[in-house]
């Protein structure tokens, strides 16, 4: 009987990492064509890297009644980078925050790696979430982004921040990439030009 | 005649071990792969902590 329980649990203990090594694999080649990453400042993410530069920002902060970590920023710009496995055909980005009415918030992406080159646009409010206000904004050709060492970088542009002394408070950052889905059809001609 | 547990314990070291093995390698040619998801620290420890595993179940070295 023993011997039986011994069997299983070996073959358990094979089939595991096993697994888990082809969800990697998975995970890198994002057969579904999709990508979702978040950074929520309770803890570092290993793709969204936080706001930088830290002087611009109070500490991280923790809401001990909503349970929520978050962030202020004073000054602006700042930016933030995306490590990405590969290259993607588009981005969107939800920020959850708050800040006054009045005081926008735009978010770009670098389009060059060696020069201040930013393509910047407004924040699109989408709604409420939790409290908090929830802006979306989709870049849909990032092919044409720098792609530096494997990672896309942002920027939070919040215009007229620190001259009215106002700041504008982040809890998470959602990023979603998208290329096309690898399919049966096209799996072969795509490892063809990778190699 | 080796103990259940120590067969168990064994196993998990020399599975673990392996993996380790295999993940390192596949995320230096492949950075980000498996360090993205997994803390190879982590890991590393449990293969420490097997391996003491495996050496405090076995008994048949042991004195009577």
Redesign the interface.
Do not use: E, P, S, W
């Given at each position: 009987m023993r011997i039986r329980y011994y069997k299983i649990v070996r073959l358990f203990l094979i089939v595991i990492p096993v697994v888990v090594f082809f969800w990697l694999v998975a995970q890198d080649v994002a057969f579904s064509g999709r990508l979702f990453m978040s950074y929520d400042f309770s803890h570092d993410s290993s793709f969204i890297k936080r706001p930088w530069p830290p002087g611009r920002f109070h500490d991280i902060e923790y809401d001990k009644t909503t349970r929520d970590y978050f962030q202020r920023m004073f000054v602006e710009p700042a930016t933030f980078a995306v490590k990405l496995p590969r290259k993607f055909k588009s981005a969107t980005v939800e920020v959850l925050y708050k800040k006054d009415a009045s005081q926008s918030l735009r978010i770009g992406i670098r389009m060059d790696p060696k020069q201040w080159a930013w393509e910047i646009r407004d924040l699109e409010y989408v709604g409420e979430e939790n409290g908090w206000m929830r802006g979306r904004i989709r870049f849909d050709d990032i092919r044409r982004a720098a792609f530096n060492d494997g990672r896309l970088q942002f920027i939070l542009n919040a215009p007229g921040l620190f001259e009215n002394k106002r700041k504008v408070a982040l809890t998470e950052i959602r990023v979603v990439v998208e290329k096309d889905p690898i399919t049966l059809h096209n799996f072969l001609p795509r490892l063809w030009r990778a190699l | 005649m080796p103990t259940?547990f120590h067969?168990?314990a064994h196993?998990?070291f020399v599975?673990a071990l392996?993996?380790f093995v295999?993940?390192f390698f596949?995320d230096i040619i492949?950075p980000?792969?498996?360090?993205?998801?997994?803390n190879l620290n982590a890991l590393l420890l449990f293969v420490i902590a097997s391996g003491i595993a495996t050496v405090l179940t076995n008994d048949t070295g042991s004195v009577e």
């Open positions: - | 259940f067969r168990i196993d998990v599975i392996v993996t295999v993940y596949a492949k980000g792969l498996v360090t993205n998801y997994i």
